[in-house]
Structure formats: structure tokens, C-alpha cells
């Protein structure tokens, strides 16, 4: 039975033991009431490095120049999808840093070829951009975007330098879902001096805002940042927050992030008891990989046996359909609900 209306709370976000267990088992089983056995499984690819904001959180901000900055080719990305992709992928999700020059020559290019040559749903996660590049991405083929608040605080998000301000970032996640967009968002869990009171806001933040998914991110502190002399987050603050988001939202696309994995052993697979439905692969060429730092050089890459071993050790199944086929499907069950 799906529980009605879950506030989430902030004795619930600082649970530990059998309670936190209990939490996190009510959360995994609203998971199998809503979605049933199924996870998605998505691939990412990384395809630029470069970025003109300066997150305090993200090793690939602008003032970091010890990293080596790529653009990947279009052509390799592409034959990369279309001859090696591993059979359980039904999505793609492409990812940049803020980085137009590589919206325009990568990125649009590797969508309209995704879109003639397969039946992949296609989701894109490249920052704020103009709402006219928002609709060449959308007319090529992509209709999920993802779009990150990171923190519901105006004044804390200004201090981390995240892009714009909080107000801009909200008005461009409403803006891609007035055009047509599924948008999926996220936050970051266990950032320096984070309360449970700032967790319960950010979800509430996410409750909000009209969106089909959202993500908890594990505070890592990245290296080359500002942030790297700090404590590493407790991964039970995320576990907690994602198990919460799943209570407050049983539809939405919950993903397990592979950071997970760097915050606490078995991380990706808590992810998943804790009401992830989403997993990722990593394609992004390996050469290339390296020098896409959000926290370390050194990380922990999805492959695909990783996650279906994850997803098979909690006793679910990849999904067939494509999250792209299933946002679809909703939309005419809710079609022929408005029509009944
Ligand atoms: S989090 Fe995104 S926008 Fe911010 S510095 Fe990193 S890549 Fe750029």
C-alpha cells in the first residue's frame, strides 16, 4: 500500500541502526509498489570537460587549471553507441560541463545520429543554456533533462558558486518543463555544515518543482576545490534523503549515483534498497575518462557487469523499456485519464 502524503522529517533524515533499516526497507518496498521489479539502466557519456562556472564542489570548474581540458568527437561517440553499447542499455544520457561550443559540435550531432539510427531515449545533463539551444536539443531528439538545484538555500548556493542564482537555476527547470521537457533535478547530501532542517528544505524545494526525478548526491570533497579539505559526508545522510524522496514521490526516477560507491562500501547497492530505480553506466571513452573530475581522479566506474550484478544482488531486473518509453507511457495514461 503506497503511504499517503510522506512528510519527509528530520528525525527520518538522521536515522541509523534498525531504524534507519526499516526506513529504507518502507522506501524500497513503495519502490516495488510503483515501478515493480524494474531499474533502468542508462549509459553516460562525458563529452567535454570544459566549463565557464566555478562550483566550489566540482573539479572541472573554471579556476581549476590543472586539469587537462577535452572535447570528445562526435563521430567516436557515436560509433561507440551505436556498435559497442551493452545490450541492457535502453537510454543515454550525455553529459558536459557548461560548455556551449560543445552543445553545438558534439552534442547536437551525436543526438540527431542516436535518433535516426536507434530507439535509445536520449537525456542530456549540460547545464543552463539559452531557451534556443534548450529547443534545438529537444527538436534533435532529447526529452529529459537534468538539471541540478544542488542546495534550496539562496545564500549558501551563492557561496558555493553554483551557476547563477538559485532563483535563475528554478526559473530555467520551470522553463524546460513549461517547453516540453521531463526534467529530473537533484542535491547534494552532507555538504559542510548541512543540518537535517537543510535536508527536509531541499526536499521540500524538490516536492515543488515540476519534475519527474531527482537525485541525492554524497558529498564528496572534490579535489583541486575549494571544498577539498573538508569531511567526506556520511553516506547515511544520502541513503536517508534518497529514502525519503522515494516516501515523498513513489513515481519519480530516483537514480543510484555511482559516487555512492565512493562514500561507503556497497554504496550502489544501499542506493538501490534505498529506492533508487536508475542505474548508470559509464561509456565515456577511458582515455578521456580521467580527466572528467567532479571529485577524484581515482573513480569508481559503473560497468555494465558492476550494475547488474548490483540490480541483480537486490533481487530486481533491468528494465526493457526505455525511461523515455515509460515518461511516454505515462503521458497517455494521462491522456485517457483526462478524457474518462
Ligand atoms: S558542477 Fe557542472 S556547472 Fe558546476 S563546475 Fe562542475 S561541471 Fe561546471
Redesign the pocket.
Known amino acids: 500500500m503506497i503511504e499517503p502524503c510522506y512528510v519527509p522529517s528530520e528525525p527520518d533524515l538522521s536515522l541509523n541502526g534498525s531504524a534507519q533499516a526499516a526506513l529504507h526497507e518502507r522506501a524500497a518496498a513503495a519502490t516495488r509498489e510503483r515501478c515493480g521489479r524494474e531499474v533502468f539502466v542508462r549509459a553516460v557519456v562525458e563529452v567535454s570537460n570544459y566549463?565557464r562556472?566555478?562550483?566550489a564542489y566540482?573539479g572541472?570548474?573554471r579556476d581549476n587549471r590543472t586539469l587537462a581540458r577535452y572535447r570528445a568527437k562526435h563521430e567516436q561517440l557515436a560509433e561507440l553507441l551505436l556498435d559497442h553499447r551493452p545490450s541492457s542499455v535502453t537510454d543515454v544520457n550525455i553529459q558536459a560541463?557548461?560548455d556551449p561550443v560543445a552543445v553545438r559540435e558534439v552534442v547536437l550531432p551525436l543526438i540527431r545520429t542516436l535518433q535516426r539510427e536507434t530507439t535509445l531515449g536520449i537525456s542530456v545533463c549540460l547545464?543552463t543554456l539559452t531557451p534556443e539551444l534548450y529547443g534545438e536539443l529537444h527538436a534533435a531528439g532529447a526529452n529529459i533533462y537534468i538539471m541540478k538545484f544542488e542546495v534550496s538555500d539562496a545564500m549558501r548556493y551563492e557561496m558555493l558558486e553554483a551557476?547563477g542564482t538559485l532563483n535563475e537555476r528554478l526559473k530555467n527547470i520551470r522553463h524546460l518543463a513549461q517547453t516540453g521537457w521531463k526534467v529530473s533535478s537533484g542535491f547534494i547530501g552532507g555538504l559542510p555544515g548541512q543540518t537535517a532542517g537543510d535536508l527536509v528544505n531541499n526536499l521540500r524545494l524538490a516536492s515543488e518543482l515540476p519534475l519527474h526525478g531527482c537525485s541525492v548526491s554524497p558529498f564528496v570533497p572534490g579535489e583541486d576545490t575549494p571544498l577539498a579539505g573538508f569531511t567526506p559526508s556520511d553516506a547515511n545522510w544520502t541513503l536517508n534523503a534518497m529514502a525519503a524522496l522515494r516516501l515523498m514521490r513513489p513515481d519519480w526516477v530516483i537514480p543510484a549515483v555511482s559516487a555512492l560507491n565512493l562514500a561507503t562500501d556497497d554504496g550502489y547497492r544501499r542506493g538501490l534498497h534505498a529506492g533508487a530505480n536508475l542505474t548508470t553506466i559509464n561509456l565515456t571513452p577511458t582515455e578521456l575518462r580521467e580527466d572528467y573530475v567532479?571529485y577524484k581522479r581515482e573513480r569508481f566506474i559503473m560497468t555494465e557487469e558492476r550494475v547488474l550484478n548490483a540490480i541483480a544482488a537486490e533481487g530486481l531486473a533491468p528494465s526493457r523499456r526505455s525511461l523515455a518509453e515509460f515518461y511516454r507511457q505515462g503521458e497517455t495514461r494521462e491522456a485517457v485519464a483526462a478524457v474518462l
Open positions: 566549463c562556472e566555478n562550483c566540482c572541472m570548474r560541463g557548461e547545464g551557476p567532479i
